[in-house]
């Protein structure tokens, strides 16, 4: 009897600990990709890749990895061998951690950005594991909001016959139902409606980007935002 609390008491330790450094890894993470810190983002990938213990830390570190990439590497082969790297971490453990919510919206954002990088078949391959992955996260997770933007891009963005504007709408709009405070869900509604041709629509979006505020956890992409607006707006006749 006393071995077995003892076993259990052991596991509980473990268990909270991982809770414990998801807590600070996670508070470190979102004040570095905040501020697009790429140092402190650094340090916080490689402190995550010392401890991938568990599904959710697995998760951050592929998330971490994939944010660096994409607003603080600006070789082209570094960025792909990044999002390449935040795949594979997340391929080994995908099937053993299929209720993980976070997980999959991580590696399927991960496909989402290494796709660009490879040719055509390749490329529709890692879309369909870009749709399974995000779907079953927002599955998991109807609050995910950033699950909804990104398929709201993959609906705009790819080529036809692929695409689907109407759906690309609903998802951004859903994205904004969850998280209002988000800049970049208008911003990119905006950019549907400009690709669409409502000019009025796109109009309306960018205003409303000029006069928000940034998300506290995605401020210097919601100032970025707010100047692209500016600029979007200037070309709209």
Not at 42 to 58: G, R
Not at 138 to 155: F, Q, W
Not at 160 to 181: C, G, Q, T, V
């Amino acid at each position: 009897m006393k071995r077995v609390l003892v076993i259990m008491f052991v596991l509980f330790l473990s268990v909270w600990a991982a809770a414990g450094n998801f807590s600070e890894y996670y508070s470190r993470f979102i004040a570095a990709n905040s501020m697009q810190d790429a140092q402190a983002m650094k340090e916080v990938v490689a402190l995550l890749q010392a401890d991938t213990s568990n599904a959710s830390l697995t998760a951050l570190y592929i998330n971490a990895v994939t944010e660096y990439a994409n607003w603080a590497v600006k070789d082209e082969k570094e960025r792909e061998k990044l999002y390449q790297q935040a795949v594979d971490y997340g391929k080994k453990i995908i099937k053993d951690n299929k209720d993980n919510w976070y997980l999959s919206y991580t590696l399927g954002a991960a496909y989402g950005r290494l796709a660009q990088f490879k040719g055509i078949v390749s490329s529709l391959f890692m879309l369909g594991d870009f749709d399974a992955n995000i779907k079953k996260s927002i599955e998991l997770n109807p609050s995910n909001y950033l699950g909804y933007v990104a398929l709201g891009m993959r609906y705009r963005d790819v080529p036809w016959p692929m695409n689907d504007m109407k759906k690309s709408e609903e998802n951004f709009k859903k994205a904004i139902e969850k998280e209002p405070l988000y800049v970049n869900a208008y911003l990119e509604l905006g950019m549907l409606y400009l690709k669409t041709n409502k000019k009025e629509l796109a109009r309306e979006m960018f205003n409303k980007v000029i006069s928000m505020q940034p998300h506290p956890e995605w401020k210097k992409q919601g100032e970025e935002a707010k100047k692209l607006a500016e600029d979007e707006l200037k070309k709209i006749k």
